[in-house]
């Protein structure tokens, strides 16, 4: 049972109490009191609007749901479907044009574009190895990697495969040639990088050559040569003692790429925290990284390993004045949304208050001990899962009473708006008006996106397969009109335009080949789910000029609401029974084999294999695309609850064989009636009923059970 003590009228858990006084607070000049009595105002004021905005959601849904009940598909009457939308207040009027007032943000938000890690700040190693993700080897992630080529004489093998290491310096090379011509030859044939007098002299096996452009060359150190294209630095390891480095005539070891411009760490989908004592464990690993002191000590290959962070990048420029570059990238934190409530605090009633709330005012606090992630002073909050512009506004004056609360000047916390719900997607112009002094990016988070598009077209009915709904028009429109959307309103040159994640963790060559579509399409960043991946993705933004693409797209027409709105239903008469049952099992086995993991050990993010053992990284927003899919037939007849629960039956032998190497992992198969089984079985038997389609609320709910069992067995 938790512990409260009474602060300014709220009940607050005793370990929260303890951490905040004893470890966030001080050194920040705010009393315990007056950060007390600020809580309790920012509940007291804000709370009930919170409630507001949730029941809205509420009663628009229902009104979509009646629509669909009397005139079937959208499809069938577009406009009308547009027009009732607005008499429900679902669409709002678009406003004049306008540009965003932000000003003072990050240049890794504003002029530098490259790849952005989300990283479960719950997990130390995880959020440490996401902060050092600025820099990365490539010729690490090249050899680890499919990148190159595992087949025949290529494979990397036990140990050191030369003709495998040598494929990688040679597609280093061709690197180094795209983004770093010289004026003759390849850096493939340099004998010797030489900086000398602010240049940097380069012999070739053709003869003397230089940089093409000789501005690319921006600093040098011991053993190091220092280049710049696109804003990106990259940095050529000399060393011919290295075994790499004595196989090339000028002893190049390696490229060091700069990688990872900015890591969300994620208080959110990537996190399994229900109660005050996981709170505490996020908040704790924030406050370190903003103070720069988070470390963490693990066992890996045998060897144990101390990770803590990195320190910035020193050299010589080439104008001979010193050249610091930052050794890790800028951090951002993704709070909550606001549907959730957490008992770690509890108002003069009982009542469990905003989880949203609490991250806004805990996060905000910790940062206040940043020692060099912002060059500006600026607090980067990640709001997930808004709908619409109320509730973006909602969040803007709840940031601004958090500034006065902790003594910040007004626009110290920024808002990054994730466009991953459906009305705010209808709204996005208005959503960036509502935050247009504090906005610093915009991101499609497709995977969110479609499991809202499933729910609120829940009635119209039976949804698509999994894989055919990425195709489709609807999906298209939106990712154009965030891109386009974020142009009008001024957003290049001055915050970020995001793109969603490579779920593919393994499938490296593939990143590659598809991936530099992000840039192309005019946005700024996209996510990446490793540092290596991260290393692998910036090559995309040296072959792609970002802000060119903008200026190319500026003036392409956005596609209209008829468009974003034409999701259409699946023709069940062209699917065997055989098709249905493959596709219940995929989204099946999906939701097992996340949610035992979620609810058994508390992991919130993970690479489960999927039915083909293929890794996928899976997150809440995974989740809720496969639980919302199921729910949808089952709501229009595809299949019936006791076939779901068959299937869920054998797919749990499925997911225990996958897990039979993990020691803390608990069978379902013949434990039909465990707290995780039961909870993956929910999220599709009860899906249709849950806000939004979240899997929150139930993911929560069967966690605390778990971590209670747990607490009566200790």
């Not at 760490?265 to 908040?283: F, R």
Request: charged share 20%.
């Amino acid at each position: 049972m938790a512990n409260y003590l009474n602060k300014s009228g709220l009940e607050v858990d005793a370990q929260l109490v303890s951490f905040i006084e004893t470890e966030a607070l001080p050194g920040t000049g705010v009393a315990a009191e007056a950060y007390w009595a600020g809580l309790a105002g920012l509940v007291e004021k804000f709370m009930p609007r919170n409630r507001e905005l949730l029941a809205i959601r509420d009663r628009m849904q229902k009104q979509i749901d009646d629509w669909h009940h009397a005139h079937g598909p959208v499809a069938k009457d577009p406009a009308g479907y547009e027009t009732f939308l607005r008499e429900i207040g679902y669409l709002v009027p678009e406003p004049a044009d306008f540009a965003i007032e932000t000003t003072g943000l990050d240049p890794e938000l504003s002029t530098i574009c490259g790849p952005q890690l989300v990283v479960p700040v719950s997990n130390a190693r995880y959020a440490l190895n996401a902060a050092n993700a600025r820099w990365g080897s490539l010729y690490d992630a090249l050899y680890g990697t499919d990148a190159i080529s595992r087949d025949g004489e290529l494979a990397p093998g036990k140990g050191f495969n030369p003709k495998r290491g040598a494929a990688v310096v040679a597609r280093g090379a061709e690197f180094l040639d795209e983004a770093f011509p010289l004026t003759r030859g390849s850096h493939e044939h340099v004998s010797r990088y030489l900086p000398a007098g602010g240049t940097l002299m380069i012999d070739t096996a053709d003869g003397a050559a230089a940089l093409a452009d000789p501005t690319q060359f921006v600093g040098y150190g011991q053993g190091q040569i220092v280049l710049r294209h696109h804003g990106l630095h990259a940095i050529l390891h000399i060393d011919p003692q290295n075994p790499i480095g004595a196989t090339h005539a000028a002893g190049l070891a390696d490229i060091i790429i700069e990688s990872a411009q900015t890591t969300i760490q994620d208080c959110e989908d990537s996190v399994a925290a229900v109660d005050a004592e996981d709170k505490i464990g996020v908040y704790r690993n924030w406050l370190g990284l903003m103070q720069g002191t988070l470390s963490d000590t693990f066992e890996k290959g045998g060897k144990t390993v101390h990770r803590s962070l990195n320190a910035d990048r020193v050299f010589t420029g080439a104008d001979g004045q010193k050249l610091t570059l930052k050794g890790r990238a800028l951090l951002l934190v993704r709070n909550v949304g606001h549907l959730m409530t957490t008992r770690a605090v509890l108002d003069k009633t009982g009542t469990p208050i905003g989880e949203g709330l609490l991250d806004a005012a805990v996060t905000t606090l910790c940062a206040m001990h940043d020692t060099g992630n912002s060059r500006t002073g600026a607090v980067y909050i990640v709001k997930p899962k808004m709908h619409g512009p109320d509730e973006v506004a909602f969040a803007c004056e709840m940031f601004g009473a958090v500034e006065a609360m902790l003594g910040l000047r007004p626009e110290t916390i920024r808002i990054g708006i994730m466009d991953e719900e459906r009305r705010t997607s209808a709204n996005l112009k208005a959503a960036i008006y509502a935050a247009r002094k504090r906005v610093f990016f915009i991101n499609t988070g497709f995977l969110d996106r479609t499991g809202d598009e499933i729910h609120t077209s829940m009635e119209a009915g039976p949804v698509l397969r999994k894989d055919d709904v990425k195709s489709e028009a609807w999906i298209r429109a939106y990712e154009d009109r965030n891109v386009l959307i974020g142009l009008a309103t001024g957003f290049s040159g001055k915050a970020q335009i995001g793109k969603g994640m490579w779920a593919r963790p393994d499938d490296m060559a593939a990143m590659l080949a598809s991936k530099a579509a992000h840039p192309n399409a005019g946005a700024n960043t996209a996510w990446v789910p490793s540092p290596t991946a991260a290393t692998l993705h910036a090559l995309h933004y040296h072959e792609v000029d970002v802000f060119a693409a903008q200026q190319r797209r500026h003036n392409q027409p956005t596609p209209g609401l008829s468009e974003l709105f034409s999701m259409p239903v699946l023709d069940a008469s062209k699917l065997d029974r055989a098709a249905i049952t493959a596709e219940v099992e995929n989204n099946a086995q999906g939701i097992l084999g996340y949610v035992v993991r979620w609810v058994d050990e508390g992991v919130g993010c993970s690479k489960v294999p999927d039915i083909h053992d293929v890794g996928l990284m899976e997150d809440r927003a995974t989740c809720r695309i496969s639980s919302q899919a199921i729910a949808n037939w089952l709501r229009h007849g595809l299949v019936t609850k006791d076939e779901v629960i068959a299937v869920f039956e054998r797919m749990a032998a499925v997911v225990d064989k996958q897990n039979a190497g993990d020691a803390n992992y608990i069978p379902m198969s013949g434990n039909f009636g465990s707290i995780a089984f039961q909870a993956a079985l929910d999220l599709a038997l009860r899906g249709a009923d849950q806000p939004s389609g979240y899997t929150e609320p139930l993911l929560h709910a069967a966690r605390v059970r778990v971590k209670a069992e747990g607490e009566k067995r200790g």
